[in-house]
Every structure is written in structure tokens, then in C-alpha cells.
């Protein structure tokens, strides 16, 4: 796909892996909306950073647990860009819930945010790709999607959804919309990490270092410009952990 005169939605966008993301799409030509829930100030800084490429871009405040400001957010950026072309499902929530403590709320939270706010895009966005005969969806899913992650049960659920969504999608939208994901190995260490933990997790992967966040944007971006007969696969971009 070309991606001069068409725009990409990216949840998650204002920061981490996210932004990055928004930001390779500018620099392959999209015009961008930002989505963001709390992450006012990071939204509105990647918003100014497309604009300083050239691209549109415009900020749009969705809480992803709510089925209804996640509906609001589509009309909101359809309305700015109609001529979109590209979702990508960026955004969730991670946090350690042992099993003591993953109740029902947090259990719901989880699973809504990480999957069923993805559903809900993708159909939205899915549906209005189809009836301009094309389309990309790529959404982030994680090592975690294949191999349980300790004390993160039902986020380790919620991104194995993410990948058999990606595979139903891939044939529901056929052969308008092609469907994809990328499952990320460690990137970015969260800010209470340890050295020795950050050594730890180095030393179990092949590469020897934890992932980029353009290692991701690239592998995107690659999903996004490149075959179109690519559908329903998921690209894991772990620098060999799962090898192990």
C-alpha cells in the first residue's frame, strides 16, 4: 500500500512503542490520528512531530474499557480522515495479577482494553476499509500470546486472543483487507527494572538485547507498504527468545 494520500489510526500513540509507531507511519507518508486516553501531553507532542513532517495529524481521547467512547472515537476520526486506510491496535495495559488478585474487575479491564477494544476498532475500521476495497490492520500482540508470562494470567490470554482475532478478521475481511500482528519480545524495560533483572532477561534471548521500539515500527511499517498477500499471520519480533 501506498501510504501518500491515505491516513493510519494507532492507539496507544502518544508514547513507547506506540508513538514510535505513529511516527514511521508519517515517514512512509500516512497522515496520522493519535489516540490516547490519559497521555494528553505525549498525544498532542507526536501529534506535532507528524505535522513537522508534512502529515496531518490530529489527537482523539477514547477510554478503549468503554464500548461507547471507543464508538464516539471512530465517528470522530472518520469524520477527520476519510480517507483512512490503516489501523493499528497499539494500545493496552499491563500490570503483574497474581491469581489472588486477579478478580473480576481486573480480570474485565484487562481482557477489555487488550482484546475487545481491538475487536471493536478493527470491525469499525475493518468494515469502512472494505467498502473502499482496501485496507491494513495490524495489531500488537506479544510473546506472552504463545507462552504464559508468570503472574499475568489474563494478560497472557488476552494477547493469545489477539492472535486467533487477527487470524478470524484476516478471514472475514478477505480480499479487501489484509490482517496482521506483531508479537514483540521485551522492549522497553518498564521503570522499576532492575539491573539485574534487565540482565536476566538479556541473557535469554539470542540477540543478547532487549528489543527497540523501531524494531517494531519497521516490522510494521513492513505489514503496512509491503505484499498485500500477506493475511492472518503473526510476526514475532523477539530477537529469538522463543527459541529457548
Known sequence: ?????????????????????????????????VHFNRSEPEAASTARAISQMGRRSDTF??????????ESMMDRVLATFPELA????CAAVFYPTSVEELDSEAWDRILNVNLKAGWLCARRAGLHFRERGEGKIVNIGCVGSFKPWPGRLAY??????????????????????????????????HEGATESHKQQI??????????????????????????????????????GRLLR
Open 61 to 70: 481521547r477514547a477510554d478503549l474499557a468503554s464500548p461507547t467512547s471507543i
Open 1 to 33: 500500500m501506498e501510504l501518500k494520500g491515505r491516513a493510519a489510526l494507532v492507539t496507544g500513540a502518544g508514547q513507547r512503542v506506540g508513538r514510535e509507531i505513529a511516527l514511521e507511519l508519517a515517514r512512509l507518508g500516512a497522515d496520522v490520528a
Open 156 to 189: 497472557s490470554v488476552s494477547k493469545a486472543g489477539v492472535v486467533m482475532m487477527t487470524e478470524s478478521l484476516a478471514l472475514e475481511l478477505a480480499p479487501q483487507v489484509q490482517v496482521n500482528c506483531v508479537a514483540p519480545g521485551t522492549v522497553l524495560f
Open 202 to 239: 538479556r541473557s535469554a534471548v539470542p540477540m543478547k538485547r532487549e528489543g527497540e521500539p523501531q524494531d517494531i515500527s519497521r516490522t510494521v511499517g513492513f505489514l503496512v507498504t509491503g505484499p498485500d498477500y500477506i493475511t492472518g499471520q503473526t510476526l514475532v519480533v523477539d530477537g
Open 86 to 89: 490503516v489501523l493499528v491496535n
